[in-house]
């Protein structure tokens, strides 16, 4: 119990200090310190960064900054198709799975590089489908704008089934490229919609008896405890260096995934 509620603090930490993305790294602390598989380990974490999605959503909910027409329509695509990565999770040899995961985290620890350097997307009259009225605030939905919602939020609900991930690091990017929000705004709305997608993938996986309350109910309080004690650090930690950080530690991680899986 103590390893997971340490596990789990350091997964509310990296939430804090990273933004919305940063809860893939549940995955890979609980296959390293627990023993787990990836099928197994994915609707835990799943659960923690899903806990901790939603404390952060309802203070983004409090300030005013979560567009909740948006993520609600995005977690509903997530939802529909994040029983289908849950199923897939199972069928698919945990090896093999283990090395999607460690490529899809190479791919974020890039795209965090990048943009901590400066170099991430930027959004363009071209790309922003999704415009705020200007009196209101709220989004001028349009057949693009839902489209784009909807791919998305079902790309972040597969992803979730699959490898127990909560989206964060394709919610955050695509609201970036594809709406005119700030980036906080972007956070909290990735974070509700994070929130949501996660409680179909573990209603799911609790339904079907495939998941270790042992390990998921300690490791999720300590993510909690995490997130709480992390937000007063990542006004004066958060930054570049700090993602950078993120992104090389992620790197490692994914390699370490590799040669295990490899040996």
């Not at 005013?64 to 529909?80: D, E, H, N, Q, S």
């Not at 997307?121 to 922003?128: F, H, K, L, M, Q």
């Not at 394709?170 to 990735?190: E, H």
């Not at 997608?197 to 993510?223: C, K, R």
Request: include cysteine.
């Amino acid at each position: 119990m103590l390893t997971s509620i340490g596990l789990g603090l350091v997964v509310g930490l990296i939430l804090a200090l990273t933004g919305a993305g940063g809860g893939i790294l549940a995955v890979p602390l609980l296959i390293f310190g627990t023993g787990a598989g990836v099928a197994e380990a994915g609707p835990i974490g799943l659960m923690a960064v899903g806990m901790a999605a939603a404390l952060g959503a309802v203070l983004g909910l409090r300030a005013g900054i979560v567009r909740y027409r948006a993520a609600v329509l995005i977690a509903v695509t997530g939802m529909l198709l994040s029983p289908a990565g849950l199923w897939a999770a199972r069928q698919v040899d945990s090896r093999w799975l283990a090395v999607l995961f460690a490529l899809v985290l190479l791919y974020v620890a890039f795209k965090t590089f990048r943009q901590a350097s400066g170099k991430g997307p930027i959004a363009t009259a071209a790309n922003v489908v999704c415009k705020r009225d200007g009196n209101s605030g709220r989004f001028i939905w349009t057949r693009p704008c839902a489209l784009a919602m909807s791919l998305s939020g079902g790309l972040a609900g597969l992803l979730s089934g699959l490898l127990g991930v909560g989206g964060g690091f394709v919610m955050v990017p695509a609201l970036q490229r594809y709406t005119d929000l700030p980036m906080k705004s972007a956070v909290a709305t990735s974070l509700a919609v994070i929130a949501l997608i996660s409680l179909m993938g573990v209603a799911t996986t609790a339904a079907s008896g495939h998941l270790d309350w042992a390990i998921a109910l300690p490791f999720s309080a300590g993510a909690l405890a995490g997130m709480l004690a992390g937000r007063s650090l990542a006004s004066r930690l958060a930054g570049p260096q700090l993602q950078k950080g993120f992104a090389t530690v992620s790197a490692l991680v994914a390699i370490a995934m590799i040669v295990k899986a490899a040996s």
